[in-house]
């Protein structure tokens, strides 16, 4: 299905898109492309990417992506294109957006973002794009926690002192300062 599709998409644009065959699959949630935390979604999210389903559906996302050149497609286009549902195409883009594969165009088509690979950003300015995915709340903090786990840990290993102090101490008040922000 997604084969057809993009011969008809390639057919329509007149040019011809190279496969890499060896594009690097992207799997940034403990080794697949995402999850809730219910265990038909680990486990989907488990299968997919071992059974190669995660990687076709990423190397078509880029080959469609390829074939609408500077443009770009909106996930809506891209799930009509590939026969895929809004999930798996908003996972695909948004782990190729976190990789910088892609970039997002500010302007919106049909009330969405369109995504274009990053070997067409040098047609765009800075203020038409967004290079990097919105970094959520709950991405901050964990961030931020990681950082204090981090700086916990290297105390651990080298020892605690007065500078570990006044790192942790940083670590911790960053943290407040994001919950009160809440």
């Not at 996930?75 to 782990?95: A, D, E, F, K, Y």
């Not at 997002?104 to 049909?110: K, S, Y």
């Not at 204090?148 to 020892?159: F, I, P, Q, R």
Request: one cysteine or more.
């Amino acid at each position: 299905m997604v084969g057809v599709a993009l011969t008809a998409l390639r057919n329509a644009l007149g040019r011809t898109v190279a496969m890499t065959g060896d594009m690097q699959l992207f799997t940034p949630y403990n080794g697949t492309g995402g999850y809730v935390e219910r265990p038909a979604s680990m486990e989907r999210a488990v299968r997919e990417a071992e059974d190669g389903t995660l990687s076709a559906r990423q190397q078509a996302v880029v080959d469609a992506l390829d074939a609408t050149g500077v443009k770009g497609a909106t996930w809506r286009t891209l799930g009509q294109l590939l026969n895929l549902h809004h999930g798996q195409v908003s996972g695909v883009l948004s782990n190729l957006h976190k990789a910088g594969e892609v970039f997002m165009l500010r302007e919106q088509h049909d009330r969405c973002h369109p995504y274009v690979l990053r070997i067409y950003r040098n047609g765009y300015n800075d203020n038409e794009v967004w290079d990097k995915p919105v970094e959520t709340r709950a991405g901050q903090r964990k961030a931020l926690l990681d950082n204090l786990y981090a700086t916990c840990a290297s105390a651990v290993e080298v020892g605690w002192s007065a500078s570990m102090q006044d790192a942790v101490s940083s670590c911790v008040d960053r943290l407040r300062e994001h919950d009160r922000a809440d």
